[in-house]
């Protein structure tokens, strides 16, 4: 038997983008990312996309009220989350529950029944999520650092947990019927299918389930301040928590690649080196806003100052030299690795949503990887380590009164 080459599909169906992404693996796996979310409100709306998701995941009439239950009894992996500039709703099973599957998030996006009922239940749900988050050891360091680098209210308040449970209690049907009217039209909803499936089949249900529509795209909004901050959170801890952001206008496709690489250098400084940190996470987000990248570490406080000395230096020294190749291919094969063993594949075409580029099979990603240099992660560094923009927050007990004159 002749083995098809599989390739992604790109297709308009009444006006909604799908990505068709078939693949010789035994499960499916559909997504929808709605470009709304935090971006979208206000200081008195901060969480309705947020209650809107968990109200819109039981509104498909076959769940009775209840699909986290409907998806329990039949095998699948549901759930849904409300980010920065999209809303993410997910169900992953095996290959004879796809037409269902489809039905349902085809409804829960366009034509969802938002019930009253769950309304009031969900409510309760989602005070206690946003209670956690309160309860986090970042809650505060995390909302100063936003105020700072976002500009849109929305994302400044988007983890302030002590405003959305203010407002839930206000929230009413109507407001998240007019939210879901206002922000859930085909050009905000992109639709993900990966896994085992037939492009032919797949569109025709698609084809039957998707309403007609017409809509105007929302308008873009530029999110970050650009403005070089050092700020300061009060916390009895032991240690100094850091928050360093820079923001940047590119979205890089070795964003994974990159991540791995700036991590390891880091690490290799700051721990390996110099004795400071025990580790350091290294995030490159990427959504509507375009990308940003956040450094994220804890140190004891008498090595605080030292080091934010080598950590800016040796990020410094990324955008002037070439770094060690063998770095960049230990960082290539581990990406390769995950490419075969943990990739989300349908997160990864999600983002097709914000990022409109050919969008790849796990084959082509494993040879684009391949392709990438040192050359072109020094670009990367070049654009992302701007110092003038930079936000930088730390938590702590003790206030160093920070100035970015210490660090010319
Ligand atoms: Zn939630």
Same mark, same amino acid.
């Given at each position: 038997?002749?083995?098809?080459?599989?390739?992604?599909?790109?297709?308009?169906?009444?006006g909604y983008t799908?990505?068709?992404?078939?693949?010789?693996?035994?499960?499916?796996?559909?997504?929808?990312?709605v470009h709304? =979310?935090?971006?979208?409100?206000?200081?008195?709306?901060?969480?309705?996309?947020?209650?809107?998701?968990?109200?819109?995941?039981?509104?498909?009439?076959?769940?009775?009220?209840?699909?986290?239950? @409907?998806?329990?009894?039949?095998?699948?992996?549901?759930?849904?989350?409300? =980010?920065?500039?999209?809303?993410? @709703?997910?169900?992953? =099973?095996?290959?004879?529950?796809?037409?269902?599957?489809?039905?349902?998030?085809?409804?829960?996006?366009?034509?969802?029944?938002?019930?009253?009922?769950?309304?009031?239940?969900? *409510?309760?749900?989602?005070?206690?999520?946003?209670?956690?988050?309160?309860?986090?050891?970042?809650?505060?360091?995390?909302?100063?650092?936003?105020?700072?680098? @976002?500009?849109? /209210?929305?994302?400044?308040?988007?983890?302030?947990?002590?405003?959305?449970?203010?407002?839930?209690?206000?929230?009413?049907?109507?407001?998240?019927? /007019?939210?879901?009217?206002?922000m859930y039209t085909p050009e905000t909803v992109m639709?993900?299918?990966? =896994?085992?499936?037939?492009?032919?089949?797949?569109?025709?249900?698609?084809?039957?389930?998707?309403?007609?529509s017409n809509s105007v795209p929302p308008? &873009?909004?530029?999110?970050?301040?650009?403005? *070089?901050?050092?700020?300061?959170?009060?916390?009895?801890?032991?240690?100094?928590?850091?928050? +360093?952001?820079? &923001?940047?206008?590119?979205?890089?496709?070795?964003?994974?690649?990159?991540?791995?690489?700036?991590?390891?250098?880091?690490?290799?400084?700051?721990?390996? *080196?110099?004795?400071?940190?025990?580790?350091?996470?290294?995030?490159?987000?990427?959504?509507?806003?375009?990308?940003?990248?956040?450094?994220?570490?804890?140190?004891?406080?008498? +090595?605080?100052?030292?080091?934010?000395?080598?950590?800016?230096?040796?990020?410094? /020294?990324?955008?002037?030299?070439?770094?060690?190749?063998?770095?960049?291919?230990?960082?290539?094969?581990?990406?390769?690795?995950?490419?075969?063993?943990?990739?989300?594949?349908?997160?990864? @075409?999600?983002?097709?949503?914000?990022?409109?580029?050919?969008?790849?099979?796990?084959?082509?990603?494993?040879?684009?990887? #391949?392709?990438?240099?040192?050359?072109?992660?020094?670009?990367?560094?070049?654009?992302?380590?701007?110092?003038? #923009?930079?936000?930088?927050?730390?938590?702590?007990?003790?206030?160093?009164?920070?100035?970015?004159?210490?660090? *010319?």
């Amino acid at each position: 038997m002749k083995t098809r080459k599989q390739s992604v599909q790109i297709k308009k169906i009444h006006g909604y983008t799908v990505v068709l992404a078939p693949c010789p693996i035994d499960t499916i796996a559909v997504r929808t990312v709605v470009h709304t =979310g935090f971006i979208h409100e206000t200081m008195t709306t901060s969480g309705i996309h947020h209650l809107l998701e968990h109200v819109s995941v039981d509104g498909w009439k076959p769940c009775k009220l209840n699909c986290i239950q @409907y998806w329990n009894k039949r095998g699948c992996v549901m759930n849904a989350t409300t =980010g920065n500039t999209e809303v993410n @709703y997910f169900v992953k =099973g095996l290959p004879d529950m796809t037409e269902d599957i489809i039905r349902y998030i085809s409804t829960i996006v366009t034509t969802p029944r938002l019930s009253e009922e769950v309304m009031h239940r969900e *409510k309760k749900a989602v005070i206690s999520e946003l209670s956690m988050i309160m309860n986090g050891p970042k809650y505060a360091l995390t909302n100063a650092f936003n105020q700072s680098f @976002y500009v849109p /209210e929305g994302l400044q308040h988007m983890d302030d947990a002590k405003l959305q449970l203010k407002n839930i209690e206000a929230l009413t049907m109507p407001m998240l019927k /007019e939210a879901h009217q206002r922000m859930y039209t085909p050009e905000t909803v992109m639709f993900v299918v990966y =896994g085992n499936f037939s492009v032919p089949v797949i569109t025709k249900l698609m084809t039957s389930y998707l309403p007609m529509s017409n809509s105007v795209p929302p308008y &873009p909004f530029d999110c970050f301040s650009y403005q *070089k901050e050092m700020l300061y959170v009060h916390k009895d801890s032991p240690t100094v928590t850091v928050l +360093v952001g820079f &923001p940047m206008k590119t979205l890089w496709n070795e964003r994974g690649l990159y991540e791995h690489v700036l991590r390891t250098l880091l690490f290799d400084e700051l721990r390996t *080196k110099h004795s400071l940190v025990y580790g350091i996470t290294v995030t490159i987000h990427q959504d509507h806003c375009s990308s940003s990248l956040v450094i994220d570490f804890e140190c004891l406080p008498e +090595v605080f100052i030292k080091t934010l000395h080598v950590l800016f230096h040796r990020l410094m /020294e990324c955008t002037r030299t070439l770094i060690d190749k063998e770095i960049l291919i230990g960082q290539q094969q581990k990406m390769i690795y995950l490419y075969h063993t943990k990739y989300d594949y349908d997160i990864y @075409y999600s983002t097709y949503a914000y990022h409109k580029r050919s969008m790849y099979t796990k084959p082509q990603l494993i040879r684009k990887i #391949q392709e990438s240099t040192v050359q072109s992660f020094r670009s990367f560094m070049k654009e992302a380590i701007v110092f003038s #923009q930079c936000t930088l927050a730390y938590q702590g007990k003790k206030n160093f009164h920070l100035d970015w004159k210490m660090f *010319k």
